[in-house]
């Protein structure tokens, strides 16, 4: 499974749906960056290697909101995997 996000694509690459892959769009066996999606709802556990979420991941930020920063690829990973939930 996986789809578009902006110029990068997002797969899944386990059977629970929460570690993914971001690919370039022009070649899909390129591996840009890799995360995981803990749940729902945004979670101390998330990450992304991509730089937003390692430059923007603080403790300071963790302490704060009591959880990870949540880049555009976590965003949309949670999108595309939890949709038609509320």
Do not use: W
Request: hydrophobic share 35%; charged share 20%; with cysteine.
């Amino acid at each position: 499974m996986s789809k578009q996000v902006m110029s990068s694509l997002i797969q899944f690459i386990d059977g629970a749906l929460q570690e993914f892959n971001v690919l370039t769009p022009t070649n899909r066996d390129i591996i840009k960056y890799t995360g995981r999606i803990q749940g729902i709802n945004a979670h101390l556990k998330d990450y992304c290697t991509c730089m937003s979420f390692t430059m923007r991941n603080t403790l300071a930020f963790e302490l704060l909101h009591n959880f990870s920063f949540q880049c555009k690829h976590i965003k949309r990973a949670r999108e595309i995997r939890f949709e038609g939930y509320s």
